[in-house]
């Protein structure tokens, strides 16, 4: 990614805000601590608040380590003029102890349990991952459960507003990653930008989409079901009304990747049980706490995607039905 002006000023405010955030919640540990342990007493509304405020304070950590270990690789392979991929090698080991290092976290926090269905389908090639979307945690489940344990390297495609996150900004605008704008009037460059990733991707890197554009919420289902009534799409309304876990995904994307890399596999990605992480006023609640975060994988090999788009629509589309229900058999086994 380009250093632009914009890039130049988003760091100048993020980087030194980061670390200014540590230094007081590090210096005011002895007021937080003991204030939210009285908030998780007489407020159920908080009974997870020093839960909370611990993994934020991790998170801040791992935040300002990441920022002072990517201007390290910075100074030692680009400074020091080593190659291009063992810089870019260094900053995937980085991105990943990243993302692990925080699921780490929240795992032993907020007393989480992975259950993993489907790992057979882990194994193999490196594939388009196409999970599901519903918390501000789960982009962190394609590294620790498929891209880590298989030795994969990750090209992610995400959101142009997590670049407000340093190590997203500094370390992710190195590695071939793209970082959509999803209101830009003109979409022909994001998806020239998606064909470029997935042309360049290797046999061991695998590319990662969120199909949904945005973290599903019962809220976001229903505002898109009246948009959809309102713009009179029966068949795209008929489908968004039965699902009742996922969002109607935006197929644009994951059909350029699949144009561009016909050689890699789909592998799907259910998932329940971290809904609880979708805010961190959800977090503040404890609606996370001892959750059972049941995820499950399945494959399609590429030899059995169909060459023809509309034909690879309805492909996508008998993959939602499976995941839709995926997410509900998954969350009966916990009720």
């Not at 955030?21 to 007493?41: D, G, N, R, T």
């Not at 196409?130 to 090209?155: E, K, M, N, W």
């Not at 959101?159 to 990653?177: A, T």
Request: proline share 4%.
């Amino acid at each position: 990614m380009a250093i632009t002006r914009n890039t130049i000023w988003r760091r100048a405010v993020t980087i030194p805000l980061f670390f200014v955030l540590l230094l007081v919640m590090v210096a005011s540990i002895f007021l937080w601590f003991p204030l939210s342990l009285l908030l998780a007493c007489f407020l159920s509304g908080a009974r997870a608040a020093p839960r909370c405020l611990c993994f934020i304070l991790v998170y801040l950590f791992c935040e300002c380590i990441g920022i002072v270990l990517s201007f390290a690789l910075w100074l030692r392979y680009r400074v020091l003029g080593v190659g291009q991929a063992d810089y870019l090698a260094a900053n995937s080991r980085l991105q990943f102890w990243w993302a692990d290092t925080l699921r780490r976290a929240a795992q032993k926090i907020f007393r989480l349990t992975f259950v993993i269905e489907g790992r057979d389908a882990l194994s193999g090639s490196a594939a388009i991952l196409l999970p599901r979307h519903c918390s501000i945690g789960d982009t962190i489940f394609p590294v620790s459960f498929y891209a880590i344990p298989q030795g994969f390297r990750v090209r992610y495609v995400l959101k142009k507003e997590l670049l407000i996150d340093p190590c997203l900004d500094i370390v992710g605008g190195r590695l071939p990653n793209v970082f959509l704008d999803r209101v830009a009037e003109d979409m022909s460059a994001e998806l020239a930008a998606l064909q470029r990733l997935a042309a360049g991707a290797s046999d061991q890197e695998s590319l990662v989409i969120y199909v949904e554009g945005t973290r599903f919420s019962l809220n976001k289902r229903q505002r898109i079901i009246q948009a959809l009534k309102i713009a009179g799409d029966s068949d795209t309304l008929r489908r968004a009304e039965r699902w009742q876990y996922v969002l109607p995904p935006r197929p644009a994307g994951v059909l350029a990747l699949m144009r561009d890399a016909p050689q890699k596999d789909l592998l799907f990605c259910a998932h329940t049980g971290f809904e609880g992480s979708a805010s961190f006023v959800k977090l503040f609640n404890g609606s996370c706490l001892d959750a059972t975060v049941r995820l499950r994988f399945w494959r399609v090999a590429a030899a059995d995607i169909p060459q023809n788009e509309s034909e690879r629509l309805a492909m996508l589309f008998a993959q939602w039905d499976k995941m839709d229900l995926a997410i509900k058999e998954m969350r009966c086994i916990d009720s």
